[in-house]
């Protein structure tokens, strides 16, 4: 196990709906960082969390969000969902904003968006 | 921009022969590069990673070389097992240290 979880593991939402996906990172990590994979894709970055501020982000809209925790876990909203939301939801947790090297992802939220 | 390209996109080996994959990255100023195993269904799984003071990295049938002047970076597995079949996607840091670009993957299949 890599110490980083995620839940739910599988989800089913309708457009337009909203959804909170949730991941607690290792023991000891700052640093949270979430990824979208669609279906024969490679992961994406949506954004980075440290110390309770978001720290980067990548080319996704306004209505991706997310929060981290004082304990450094972290949610990730996604509001008035559409169908291409549809995918695996990956985070990731590194001891620090400038440490990321070798970091692994949790086992997932699969999302399906009806 | 940042841009990770990898080939081939499939790869089929025979058992116990050699498969490689390749990378390009965009920025030079990159300085990490990963690899990560997908089996179906699963979470990416870091199999092996190179930093950019190093040229080659090994472990066990794997191993990883990197240019940096032709920015380019490559997996070898050697003695190919069934059990290798799998995504293979490569990686490269960007941007400050906070995000990592995937290329587009390479499904390898071994064949017995």
């Known amino acids: 196990e890599t110490g980083v979880t995620q839940s739910p593991t599988h989800l089913i939402k309708t457009r337009g709906q909203q959804v909170t996906l949730r991941c607690s990172s290792q023991?000891?990590?700052?640093?949270v960082s979430w990824y979208q994979q669609a279906l024969g894709q490679g992961p994406q970055f949506i954004f980075q969390y440290y110390r309770e501020e978001e720290n980067g982000r990548g080319n996704f809209p306004p209505r991706f969000s997310g929060l981290q925790f004082p304990n450094y876990s972290s949610e990730l909203n996604v509001n008035a969902l559409e169908l291409d939301d549809s995918a695996l939801y990956l985070c990731?947790?590194?001891?620090?904003?400038?440490?990321?090297?070798?970091?692994?992802f949790g086992s997932g939220t699969r999302l399906t968006v009806v | 921009g940042e841009n990770v390209e990898q080939h081939p996109s499939t790869l089929s080996v025979q058992e116990g022969d050699s498969a490689v994959i390749k990378c390009t990255y965009s920025?030079?100023?990159?300085?990490?590069f990963p690899w990560y195993k997908q089996e179906l269904g699963k979470r990416p799984q870091l199999i092996i990673d190179i930093r950019s003071n190093v040229g080659e990295k090994k472990d066990q049938r794997i191993a990883v070389t990197l240019n940096k002047t032709a920015k380019h970076f490559s997996l070898h597995i050697t003695e190919t097992q069934p059990e290798d079949s799998a995504v293979y996607f490569c990686a490269a840091l960007f941007g400050g240290n906070e995000k990592l670009t995937f290329g587009t993957g390479t499904r390898l299949t071994i064949i017995p």
């Open positions: 023991s000891g990590h700052n640093t």
């Open positions: 920025d030079s100023a990159s300085n990490y």
């Open positions: 990731a947790s590194s001891p620090s904003r400038d440490r990321v090297y070798g970091y692994t």
